[in-house]
């Protein structure tokens, strides 16, 4: 009887710590999904860079994605050899488009440009810094030759421009020679401190190779061509360099004007007291 009392009482035990566990613990918990996976997301896509030639007009074209491969089209091939320089490019007027290539990277022109253009009787190229020059964002200063700034094209071109907006000239502009007073012989630029120009190349229809009006093509009537080079340049060294340069022949033009008109002032008071 004793034993049969006992195994009851553990019988009872055992059912109330059942139902005390099943008051007490808690629900099954719901399954946990699994993560979802990382999905990496792309960039969005590059825009194709433009080809047009002359893109002066459209803001959204620069040289901040400039590759010489930009200016294969304007070679006689249309394309370089395997072996060709990442970083400088020979062209020969009379057999590639120099013109077309002058445009292409003048016109896109963002940041700065730094030039020296001993022959300036362009006027498509003028058209091009004329507009480069009423842009505030832009620093550019454009050094011209003495001699060369009296012939009658590039006279006529250059006091067109003066007319346009004398002060605006006046602050771009610099004519004069070199240090020693010889002729400021350069022939080049740096464009954005990103693409360099530099040859025997003379900005006018003859010196880059184009019919009048500014077309190249060798067959066309009335083409012209000299014996000409043009480089394109993107070593940075050489960029580095060649800004400092055109930068000093700028300040050495600039000092020679004022120079000039100090002294044509203290002559004009000279005269002035002799009457």
Known sequence: MAKAAASKKKTTKKKAAKKTAAKTSLPPAAPIAPAAPIVPTSP???????????????????????????????TQEKVYATTASKDFHLFYVGRDDVHGILKHVLSRVSVSLYLNMFG??????????????????????????????????????????????????????????????????????????????EGSTNWSVSGE????????????????????????????????????????????????ASDAKTVEAVNAVKAAAKK
């Open 44 to 74: 969005p896509p590059t825009p194709p860079k433009s080809t047009i030639t002359n893109a002066i007009d459209d803001p959204s074209v620069s040289l901040q994605r400039f590759d010489l491969l930009d200016l294969q089209p304007y």
């Open 120 to 197: 300036f009787d362009d006027d498509e190229l003028n058209e091009i810094l004329k507009k480069i020059a009423v842009d505030p964002t832009i620093t550019m200063l454009v050094t011209l030759d003495k001699s060369q700034a009296g012939g009658t094209h590039e006279k006529a071109l250059l006091d067109a421009d003066r007319k346009a907006d004398l002060a605006l000239f006046n602050t771009h502009v610099a004519i004069g020679q070199s240090l020693t007073h010889q002729i400021s012989h350069t022939k080049g630029f740096v464009a954005d401190g990103k693409v360099a120009g």
């Open 209 to 256: 190779g184009a019919a009048v009006g500014g077309t190249f093509n060798t067959k066309a009537t009335g083409f012209k061509a000299q014996n000409n080079t043009q480089s394109i340049i993107t070593d940075p060294d050489t960029i580095s360099r060649f800004t400092a340069e055109l930068i000093a022949e700028h300040m050495i033009a600039q000092q020679q």
